[in-house]
């Protein structure tokens, strides 16, 4: 059964810094999505990782994928307060997606 | 900017009541889902759907729910009984690309269930 963990949990943040989320998932998948979750919103898609050594970047993030360590990870380059949310990864089962623990980030002056 | 959307946003029910949540899916795709989510808890999968019919479900998805796509653009999520462990945020979501090339889900704003 696939299982996906990400650490860490909470992460709270200084301006300006730079910081990094783990993704890992327990089996075999081929593509890993990150989503940004608000207080009370849904889910608003950030990257879909299609395969082994896929890197995709938008403004002050990065996301990468090595599909052999099972991990994939959510960089933050000089963090703004307006990156405070939740993170989620997941990761492609069969006909679903399993959702990681999410990393409540904390972007603080 | 197509997108899902979900109605009501929030619903409030007594325990043992039928719930209906509606979701609008994007006009071109073709895969459905349902999410919940437990306040601060992660997202966890219910089902899945296409062609009318069920591509996968979870254990969470028992008996007291159901799906249907009832005309060509709704897409429902049924809970015949309602439990106190049911109150989530209840999320429907679409793709055009299904497993397993599962392309981008687009998620739609939710439906609080409270059920007391």
């Known amino acids: 059964e696939l299982k996906v963990e990400q650490n860490p949990l909470f992460l709270s943040m200084q301006e300006k810094k730079n910081y990094t989320i783990y993704c890992n998932y327990s089996t075999t998948s081929d593509r890993l999505y990150w989503y940004r979750q608000d207080p009370g919103k849904s889910l608003e898609s950030l990257f879909v990782l299609l395969s082994n050594g896929a890197v995709k970047q938008e403004g002050r993030l990065m996301a990468s994928l090595d599909t052999k360590a099972r991990l994939s990870t959510l960089h933050i380059t000089a963090a703004v307060h307006d990156l405070s949310a939740t993170y989620f990864c997941?990761?492609?089962?069969?006909?679903?997606?399993?959702f990681g623990t999410g990393t409540r980030l904390l972007v603080s002056p | 900017e197509p997108e899902v959307t979900q109605t009501p946003s929030h619903q409030v029910t007594q325990m043992g009541q039928e719930v209906i949540l509606r979701c609008v899916p994007i006009s071109n795709h073709l895969y459905f889902y349902w999410y919940r989510q437990i306040l601060g808890q992660k997202v966890e999968f219910l089902v899945s759907?296409?062609?009318?019919?069920?591509?996968?479900k979870s254990e969470i998805f028992d008996d007291q729910f159901s799906v249907e796509r009832p005309d060509g653009s709704n897409f429902t999520l049924k809970i015949r009984s309602t439990k106190l462990e049911d109150s989530a945020m209840y999320f429907c979501?679409?793709?055009?690309?299904?497993?397993?090339?599962?392309?981008?889900?687009?998620f739609g704003e939710g439906s609080r269930l409270t059920v007391l």
């Open positions: 997941a990761a492609l089962g069969f006909q679903k997606l399993v």
């Open positions: 979501a679409s793709s055009e690309i299904g497993f397993p090339n599962t392309g981008e889900l687009f």
């Open positions: 759907f296409y062609n009318n019919e069920i591509s996968e």
